[in-house]
C-alpha cells in the first residue's frame, strides 16, 4: 500500500475507537492504470492501528463502467412508495380505500347497475387501448393465464403451432400446448432466460403463440415488424406486462390478453380477451375435439357469445375489483392515455438503464438493449464474489439482498422470480413514480454492499 494513504489512514483512525476504517489502495497508480485493486481495512485497539484484513476483493478492478467502489453510506430518504412487485403492481398515484365506496358490494353483477358498471369498464379499456371498432373485448376469470389459456383451448388445434418461449410463462405456454392439449404439430422455437428466440423462423401459416414482454426474465419483443400481415394462421400475444406501456400493433394481433394487476396497478383474478375478427372466425369455424370447461366456454349454438363481450360474465367477479379498476382507468385518462402511460414507463425504466450503465456489479438479464423491458426490469449480479457461487448459493444471496431492502422498508418485493435466474426484480410501470424509482436506488446499492460484506466475512 502506498505510504501516503497508510498515513492518512492512521491520521484518520485518531477519531475512531474500535471501528474499521475501509480504503481502496492502487499501488502508486489511477485506478485506470492500475491492476492490483484491493482492500485494506484497518481496526483501531487503544491506540494501535492494527490491520484488519488485507485482500484482493474480486471484482474489484477495471472493467467498461470502472472500479467498483467503496460499500456506500446507508440512504437517508426513502421511496415514498416502495411497492415494486411485477404483480400485482403498485397502485397508481393518489389511490386511496374511499374511491371503493362506489363500489356494488353485496350487489348481483346481473343487476342492471352491475352490467352497466361491467360494460362501462369494457368499453372505457376499448377506448384506452386504442383497440379497433371491429375487435371484441371481454372481462374473464383467471387474470392474465385465466384468458390466454381460454383462448388457446377454445382456437388452438386447427393449424400446426410455433410457440416462441424465452421465459417462465412462454415454457408454461409450451406445456400446455404439448402435454395437456396433447397437439402433435407443435414447434417449439425458445431461447435462454435473457435471450429472444429467431423471430424470423415463425411460420405464419401456422398460429404463433408468443409473449410480448417477458415479465420474468425482463426481455421484450422490439416491434411487430417481423410479423406477417397476410398470414394463414393466428397471433395469441400475452401481453399482460405490455399493454398501455409499449405499443401493440393491432393489425398484427389476433388474440390477446392481459390483466387489471400489471400497467393499470388493478386486482388480481380478472382478465381481458381481446379477439380481432379473424379469431372469431376460427372459434366459429372449427370445434377442438377435447372437453371444454366451463370457465372457457365463449361460443354458444355455434356462435361467438356477444353478451359476455358486452358487460356479461362467465363467472362471478368481484365488483370490488371492477370499481378499482374504474378508478385506475380514471387515472389512465387523466394522465393522458396510452402515450402519456408509455411515457412514464420509459422515464422510470430509463432511470434504471442509466444507474445500470455506471453500476459495475450489475447487468441488465436481457443482452440486446433493444429488448430490455420498460416494466419488469430484472437485474443481475456481475461482482466475480457473486457469479463465482454455486447456483443455490446465488440465489440464497439474492434472498437476503430483497429481504434487506424489505426490512427496511425500501423495496417491497423485488426478488427474481423463482425459477429465474439469481438476482433482483423491479417494475418501473406506469403506476410508478420517477422519484421513487430515483430513490430506490441508492438503497439497492447499499443493501448489495451490506450483503456483499456479509458474504466476504467482514
Request: one cysteine or more.
Amino acid at each position: 500500500m502506498a505510504p501516503a494513504i497508510i498515513k492518512s489512514a492512521l491520521a484518520s483512525a485518531s477519531i475512531f475507537s474500535n471501528r474499521r476504517l475501509d480504503l481502496t489502495a492502487h499501488e502508486g497508480q489511477s485506478p485506470s492504470e492500475a491492476g492490483l485493486h484491493c482492500v485494506c481495512r484497518l481496526r483501531l485497539t487503544g491506540n494501535r492501528v492494527e490491520p484488519y484484513t488485507a485482500r484482493s476483493v474480486p471484482g474489484f478492478g477495471p472493467s467498461a463502467k470502472g472500479p467498483l467502489v467503496a460499500p456506500p453510506a446507508k440512504p437517508s430518504a426513502k421511496p415514498s412508495n416502495p411497492n415494486f412487485s411485477s404483480g400485482p403492481c403498485a397502485k397508481y398515484p393518489g389511490w386511496r380505500d374511499g374511491l371503493l365506496d362506489r363500489a356494488l358490494t353485496g350487489r348481483s353483477h346481473r343487476s342492471a347497475q352491475g352490467r352497466a358498471r361491467l360494460k362501462e369498464l369494457i368499453d372505457r379499456t376499448r377506448q384506452l387501448i386504442s383497440l379497433p371498432e371491429d375487435y371484441l373485448i371481454a372481462i374473464v376469470p383467471g387474470s392474465d393465464t385465466g384468458a390466454f389459456e381460454l383462448a388457446m383451448w377454445s382456437m388452438l388445434g386447427a393449424h400446426g403451432v410455433d410457440v416462441l418461449a424465452w421465459e417462465n410463462f412462454g415454457h408454461v405456454w409450451v406445456t400446455d400446448i404439448v402435454q395437456q392439449l396433447k397437439l402433435q404439430d407443435v414447434r417449439v422455437l425458445s431461447a435462454g432466460f435473457g435471450e429472444l428466440p429467431d423471430l424470423t423462423r415463425a411460420d405464419f401459416d401456422r398460429d404463433v403463440v408468443f409473449t410480448a414482454n417477458g415479465t420474468t426474465s425482463g426481455v421484450r419483443i422490439p416491434n411487430y415488424d417481423w410479423i406477417a400481415k397476410d398470414r394463414r394462421g393466428l397471433t395469441f400475444v400475452d401481453a399482460t406486462s405490455a399493454i398501455l406501456a409499449q405499443p401493440v400493433d393491432w393489425e398484427k394481433a389476433d388474440v390477446l390478453t392481459f390483466s387489471w394487476q400489471k400497467v393499470l396497478g388493478g386486482e388480481a383474478a380478472h382478465g381481458m380477451l381481446v379477439l380481432s375478427p379473424r379469431a372469431v372466425e376460427r372459434l366459429e369455424t372449427y370445434v377442438p375435439p377435447w372437453p371444454m370447461p366451463k370457465l372457457f366456454r365463449i361460443v354458444k349454438d355455434g356462435r361467438v357469445d356477444r353478451a359476455i363481450f358486452a358487460g356479461e360474465t362467465i363467472n362471478t367477479p368481484s365488483m370490488l375489483c371492477v370499481e378499482d379498476c374504474l378508478g385506475a382507468l380514471n387515472w389512465a385518462e387523466l394522465m393522458g392515455g396510452p402515450a402519456a402511460m408509455q411515457a412514464r414507463a420509459d422515464q422510470n425504466a430509463q432511470l434504471m438503464f442509466d444507474w445500470i450503465d455506471r453500476t459495475p456489479w450489475i447487468a441488465n438479464l436481457a443482452r440486446d438493449r433493444s429488448t430490455w423491458s420498460n416494466t419488469s426490469i430484472c437485474l443481475v449480479f456481475t461482482d466475480p464474489a457473486v457469479t463465482t457461487l454455486d447456483p443455490e448459493a446465488q440465489a440464497a444471496f439474492s434472498r437476503r439482498v430483497a429481504a434487506t431492502l424489505a426490512a427496511e422498508g425500501a423495496a417491497f418485493d423485488c426478488a427474481s422470480y423463482r425459477g429465474a435466474p439469481a438476482g433482483l426484480r423491479l417494475w418501473t410501470g406506469s403506476t410508478i413514480e420517477a422519484a421513487d424509482v430515483a430513490a430506490v436506488l441508492p438503497w439497492l446499492e447499499w443493501a448489495y454492499w451490506v450483503e456483499r460484506d456479509r458474504l466476504a466475512g467482514t
